[in-house]
Each structure stands twice: as C-alpha cells, then as structure tokens.
C-alpha cells in the first residue's frame, strides 16, 4: 500500500516536464511512471506543474528573543503556505546562534514545531574561530553565517584580520551580509532624519562593494566556498560574474521586483532593508545576472517587524522584510512574464542550493529521493493581501499586487501540509541533512 499518488500532473524531471504519475511511501519516491498500487490518498495535479521541494536559502524566525515578530513555528507556516519545503535560517538571534549549546537549542525547539524541514546557519564570531573548525558534521548545520557589516542583531565580523580568520577555519560555505563597517561609519552623516531615500546613500553602492572585494579575496586565498547573499550592486554583478567557482551569490525577489526611488515613495520604511533597495541601473543589472545564470540562488531573506517598529521615524525604522510566503508567487510571475524561465527558476531554488550546500536527497524528482513537492498553478491569478500572511508581523510589502503563478500545494516527506492555501497536518519537519 502507497502512502500517496500523485497523477496527471506535468512533472519537472532532468530539466523537462513529463506527464507522469509519482508513486511516494515511507516520506520517498519510489516509482515515477505508470502507477497501479493501492494507495492511501491521491493528489490530482491536472492543469498544474510538480516541481522539486523549492528551498529558501535565507530566512530569519527571530527565535530564539523577538518571538513577538516571528517564530520557528509561524515561519515555517508562511514557508509552506508559499510553496517552500525547506529554509536555511538565520544566526542572529537573541541570543546569537553562535555556540554549540545555542545551536542544539534551535533544533530543540524546531522540533515538532516546524511545518517546513529546516537547517540553521552557525553564526560566526570574532571570538568563536576555534568552533568553526568543527561544524562539519554538525547535524541540520547548513553553513557559517558571516556578518561582515551590522544589521539586525549583535553578529558582527567587521575587522580584516577577523574575516580572515573566519575563512581560514571554517569548515562548511561561509554565507556573508556584504556591507563595510568603516564605510557604513563614515556615511552616517548622510541619513537624513526623517528621509527613508536616503537609505541607499548611507549603505552605498561602494559600501557592498568594498565588502564583497575583500570577502573574494580572502575566500579565494584560503580556497573555501563564501556564498554572498543579497546581492544588490551592478559593480557587484560584473566583478562576481569574473570570481565563479568557489564564490557563489544570492539575489533577493524584492530587489528583482522594486526599485528606488519608487518603492520609497510608495512604501518608505516598509521598503527599508540591508543591503537597500536602489535604482534601476542596479535593478536591470540584477536581472541581466538572472538571465545569463550567474546568480546561484534566490533567497527571500524573509525578516519580519512588527509595524509598529516600521512606522518609527526613519532611521530609527529596523531594516527588513518578510518574504518566505512570497518568494514563489513573486518569482513564478517573472516566469509568466518571460524574465526567466521555469528551468532558470528551479536551478535557483532546488538543484543550486543543494549543490552548493551539499544538501542530500532533495531538489529533484528521482527514485529514491525525499517526497517534497511544490506543485504550481501557473496559470492561477492571486492577490497578496496582507491578512493572508502567516508571518507574526501580518504584512507584505506587495499587499495588494496580483501575481500570475502560484503554489498549489506542498507535500514534505509525502505528507501535504498545504493545500490551495490551507495548512493541513501538524508540524512534522526535520532537519536537512548534509554530505558536506
């Protein structure tokens, strides 16, 4: 007896889309084909697409500290209501991910609480080099998370000499918040109290860059892998397209769907984050980099506050906003509007992320791998609208923006915890694990 069928649906094998039925028992896909077994329950995916588990490589649930704005819980819904199987989350918390102990509290309390399989990033230090020797065969470890600039929370690595360090003993990718620390300094006086637009003129375009320099160097000296998140500068675009191999980089679906100064006039602090948003000459080199595949992954660095913070006075404002239940819709959309293919898609958010990361049995439709699905309605209109988020903070900052494409269902482990936007089932998410 089967634990689930899946039938008529256009399934995304080796690149192409086969009508083909997916036979799954014991939370893995046995059979793909013709399927004549008895089973439990049947998806019927007439009229929609199966693709692999999608992964978002950037997510922050704030807990443990400001669990008032997310949780592992609440997060992991938003993550399943948008399509997503499985998400990296993010160190700096209160306290910090950045200890042994700390570490094993988060898979403790991931437990049994997590809708979503789940992997946390160690958060690097400039005390804690010695730990990051030994994170190789830490369980549902998915990397070291560098900041190299501050943002929300404590985490910071802003000297060379510390950086280096880092890479020197680390031993898993090194993902990095690319932002000087001198540079964000000595901008400071350009924040106009009051003016959101001048976000981007603080946190310059030389700001990134500078960071990002010295990260590839450094990376590239030592031979380790640095996975450079949120990528938002055309400088950034060119100078990384000619450091592949071990240097691999994320953009976000914000800065591929926003651009100043429009997004400020509009929204103002609801579209403040780190690395900002900025015009766009950087936005059109974003997408160039989307095209040509030289973007590794898209991550929607989903980092909630609640409005009452984002209605503070700029700068007083927290950078950052919510995306893990978006990041399929918004990108599916691009699809539908022929700024990227399906394919380029699913490179971004299923096979890149498990190559890079080393993740196993997941981000494809294969005998034998994890049943975890994203199946989609590429055709299906839908409304983002600000009571339907499940993030704690209980809003979008594309409320009210229709988007052609969306997730239909996603099945972890062969059990469907969402289904036409209802969360079903308890909480039954494990940590992903590794091969390096």
């Known amino acids: 007896m089967l634990d689930l069928i899946i039938k008529n649906g256009q ?51 704030r807990e443990p500290g400001s669990t008032d704005t997310e949780d592992l819980h609440s997060g992991s819904r938003a993550a399943v209501a948008g399509g997503i199987t499985g998400v990296f989350e993010m160190p700096n918390t209160n306290p910090p991910t950045a200890n042994i102990k700390e570490f094993q509290r988060k898979l403790d309390l991931a437990k049994n609480r997590m809708y979503c399989n789940y992997a946390f990033y160690f958060g690097a230090t400039a005390d804690n080099v010695s730990q990051l020797a030994e994170l190789k065969d830490l369980e549902g470890c998915c990397g ?11 985490l910071l690595v802003a000297e060379e000499e510390d950086i280096d360090k880092v890479f020197q003993n680390c031993s898993k990718v090194v993902a990095v918040h690319s932002e000087d620390e001198e540079i964000l300094n000595k901008n400071k006086k350009l924040i106009k109290q009051g003016d959101v637009h001048s976000h981007p003129v603080w946190r310059s375009e030389e700001c990134a860059m500078s ?31 000619q450091h592949k191999g071990n240097i ?22 609801y579209a403040q984050m780190n690395p900002p948003i900025r015009d766009k000459s950087h936005y059109d080199r974003l997408w160039y980099a989307v095209k040509n595949n030289l973007n590794d992954t898209i991550g929607s660095d989903h980092a909630p506050h609640l409005k009452v ?35 380029q898609l699913i490179n971004l958010v299923c096979e890149n ?19 975890d699905f994203t199946i989609v309605d590429m055709n ?32 972890i482990s062969g059990k469907i915890k969402m289904k036409e936007g209802k969360i079903l089932g308890d909480p039954e998410g494990t940590a992903l694990k590794f091969s390096n």
């Open 211 to 241: 960071s990002t320099r010295r990260i590839v160097r450094i990376a590239e000296k030592y031979n380790k892998k640095a996975h450079v998140l949120h990528i938002t500068t055309k400088q950034e675009i060119d100078f990384l397209s």
């Open 309 to 343: 913070n984002k209605d503070k006075e700029y700068p007083n404002s927290p950078s950052g906003m919510p995306g893990v239940q978006t990041l399929m819709p918004v990108m599916l959309n691009h699809v539908n509007d022929g700024k990227l293919s399906l394919n």
């Open 144 to 154: 070291i998370k560098l900041f190299a600039g501050s943002s929300t929370g404590n």
């Open 11 to 61: 399934c995304y094998i080796n690149g192409k889309l086969e009508k083909r039925n997916i036979a799954v028992k014991d939370g893995k896909i046995i059979k793909i084909g013709e399927v004549s077994e008895k089973t439990k329950e049947v998806y019927d995916a007439k009229n929609q697409i199966v693709l692999p588990g999608c992964i978002d490589t950037q997510t922050h649930f």
């Open 248 to 269: 691999t980089f994320e953009i976000t679906p914000q800065h591929l769907t926003i651009y100043a100064p429009d997004c400020y006039d509009k929204l103002g602090t």
């Open 380 to 411: 299906k209109k839908i409304v983002i609208k600000n009571e339907n988020i499940e993030s704690k903070c209980g809003w979008s900052p594309f409320n009210g923006v229709e988007f052609k494409g969306t997730p239909m269902a996603t099945i």
């Open 353 to 371: 992320p498990v190559k890079i990361f080393g993740i196993k049995n997941k981000g494809f439709i294969k005998e034998n791998y994890d049943a």
